[in-house]
């Protein structure tokens, strides 16, 4: 394709009787378009899709049964998209205890100087929670976006990393494989006994005349398997939020998990609750009615490239041997994402400011940036084409080594 298009170019040139400002577009297209191939600058989208059936519930969502033992079960159906986002927060949750607030100290957030230490000089993580604490006294940051910077820099080279792919958070529900969603239930346990109480009924879903057995952990890891799904985060929220077949409740606990079965394809009929046992069965019907007409659902994302720079260099940092950092963002109600070198913002928010925090070490020296951004500004429609986003950093003296 590039021989032909230099061959074209070659032969208009040539060509004496050509009226150059008539040719000139034609030659900029075709130029302008292995720039566009080489550089990758033009408009470029990716889609998501997944199709839904509408449930209308009459009364109450939730259905309460109790069991012979004594047991409380409550189960309401869940659109599972509406988990996504919870679930994308409980991946960037971090073990570390803290047994305290934020208190203007310097050293209450990373790790102290003590006698016994061996070190000479702060690690990355120390400088860069440096660096947050000091954006923060300085009141360029929130304490919200403290904490949010806090976790993401902790949290930067591991598996619950903030960097995510465009299909975050819909792609780290569990409960989406295949490019749809299970069906899903949220259950609640209560045991208001003196004793424990086993839990391992088996429960199913009757629509009509079909039945819908849950899947157990196990079966749905094996559908992973399937897709080829190994993301150790997807299956850890699984495995931590999927009701195990046979769990203890003890005595005056109440908690919820979820259950889900296959798909299922809504028809006009009673939708059952089945709790049974060898010996028992308890039943109860949800008050609805069910539309069966399809909804597809189409998430729409822009991609922009972008580069963190330095007052004191144009290149982008983040391909040099010396850089450390995070990127986050703390705007609300915007579906935008940081992803292989790359921003990912979905169409319909792209006339919504995004603040963007940077945080960097390099070449042993800090960076930050706090900048609001609107994505709209940095898209030529006529052109076709985005424009690429410079995040600007400024430098802060840290000292790397312990005095």
């Not at 889609?47 to 209308?56: I, M």
């Not at 028992?280 to 189409?298: F, G, L």
């Not at 084409?385 to 840290?398: A, H, Q, Y």
């Amino acid at each position: 394709m590039s021989l032909q298009i230099d061959k074209i170019c070659a032969n208009l040139i040539k060509d004496k009787l050509m009226k150059p400002i008539f040719y000139l577009p034609i030659i900029l297209t075709l130029l302008f378009g292995r720039l566009q191939a080489q550089q990758g600058i033009s408009l470029t989208t990716v889609e998501e899709v997944y199709t839904q059936s509408e449930v209308n519930y009459i009364g109450n969502k939730t259905l309460t049964l109790k069991l012979t033992t004594g047991l409380i079960i409550k189960v309401t159906p869940v659109n599972p998209p509406e988990l996504d986002e919870s679930f994308y927060k409980t991946i960037l949750a971090n073990g570390q205890l803290e047994y305290k607030n934020y208190e203007q100290s310097k050293n209450d957030y990373f790790i102290r100087k003590s006698k016994k230490r061996q070190k000479e000089e702060k690690s990355n993580t120390e400088m860069l929670l440096e660096l947050a604490e000091i954006l923060f006294e300085r009141k360029t940051i929130t304490e919200e976006q403290y904490n949010s910077a806090k976790k993401s820099i902790e949290n930067r080279n591991s598996e619950a990393s903030p960097e995510i792919d465009a299909k975050i958070p819909i792609a780290m529900n569990p409960y989406y494989l295949n490019k749809k969603y299970l069906s899903v239930f949220e259950i609640t346990l209560e045991n208001p006994t003196t004793k424990p109480i086993l839990f391992d009924e088996e429960i199913n879903i009757l629509l009509g005349s079909r039945l819908y057995s849950r899947y157990s952990t196990q079966q749905v890891l094996e559908l992973y398997k399937v897709e080829n799904i190994n993301n150790f985060s997807k299956t850890s929220l699984l495995t931590n939020e999927n009701l195990p077949e046979t769990i203890l409740v003890p005595s005056g606990v109440t908690f919820s998990k979820y259950i889900c079965t296959t798909p299922i394809e809504y028809e006009t009929g009673p939708l059952t609750l089945i709790i049974s046992s060898l010996t028992n069965s308890t039943r109860a019907n949800w008050d609805i009615t069910i539309s069966t007409n399809q909804i597809e659902k189409t998430y729409i994302y822009n991609v922009f490239d972008f580069k963190v720079t330095t007052t004191s260099t144009t290149a982008d940092i983040r391909y040099e041997d010396n850089y450390d950092g995070v990127l986050l963002h703390s705007s609300e109600n915007v579906d935008f994402h940081f992803s292989n070198q790359k921003l990912y913002i979905n169409q319909e928010d792209l006339e919504k400011p995004i603040t963007i925090i940077a945080l960097f070490i390099y070449i042993d020296n800090a960076y930050y940036a706090v900048t609001t951004i609107t994505p709209k500004e940095y898209i030529d429609i006529d052109k076709k084409r985005t424009l690429e986003i410079d995040i600007e950093t400024k430098s802060i003296e840290i000292e790397r080594e312990i005095k």
